[in-house]
């Protein structure tokens, strides 16, 4: 995961779940989640897809 100046809480090496795709026209953004492991909500974002890695 690339630096997000719009989700100011997330960091490189952070793990989220997709929850979910947004196109329009050729363009395309990543609604994602990441959750701590106590289950409570760290960050939610929407990202470019060249600012994520996908595994």
Same mark, same amino acid.
């Given at each position: ?5 719009? !989700? ?6 952070? *793990?989220?779940?997709? #929850?979910?795709?947004? =196109? ?7 609604? !994602? ?6 289950? *409570?909500?760290?960050? #939610?974002?929407?990202? =470019?897809?060249?600012?994520?890695q996908?595994?």
């Amino acid at each position: 995961m690339a630096l997000n100046p719009n !989700v100011p809480e997330a960091e490189i090496g952070d *793990t989220g779940t997709i #929850l979910m795709l947004l =196109e329009h026209e050729n363009n395309r953004a990543y609604e !994602v989640e990441c959750v701590l492991p106590d289950a *409570t909500n760290k960050w #939610l974002g929407t990202f =470019e897809p060249s600012q994520l890695q996908l595994v």
